[in-house]
């Protein structure tokens, strides 16, 4: 569990990136034996591109590392619980393992909304850890989200 500690904040980390940018404040990170070898933070007002996910981005580049689609082996960290789009992502790259830090009660595909990532019915599924660095990924959310609230009152 240590481990999941110290690459949550690795996460988080890229999750500020984003909230420089003024971007929706998540981060990803996939580790392979050890290794982060993939990192990726939300990026969709930045790049005009609704693909542009922390999760994705994270595939993207570690699909390039390992080069292969299949992610057999890896972790991956995301400060929030995946999207659809994203456990779908998730599931097609044979992730085995998603740790994530806070839920996502109206948008989360790891359990909230419905569970993609355990899916009985899909060819894989995926071991999944909730809640680490919760307090954290959620801080930084509703701050996020406040600050955006009274920008668009001033």
Known sequence: MNEDRLFMEEALLEAEKAYTLD???????????GKIIGRGYNRRNTDKNALAHAE?????????????????????YITLEPCPMCAGAIVQARIPRVVFGAKSPKAGFGGSVLNIL?????????????????????????????????????
């Open 118 to 154: 355990q899916l009985q019915e899909l060819n894989h599924q995926c071991e999944v850890v909730e809640g680490v660095g919760e307090e954290k990924a959620s801080q930084m959310l509703k701050n996020y989200f406040r600050e955006m609230r009274k920008k668009t009152l001033n």
């Open 23 to 33: 971007e929706t404040p998540i981060g990803a990170v996939i580790v392979y034996e």
């Open 56 to 76: 994705i981005l994270a595939i993207h580049e570690a699909c390039q590392y390992i080069g292969d689609w299949r992610l057999e082996g890896c972790t991956i």
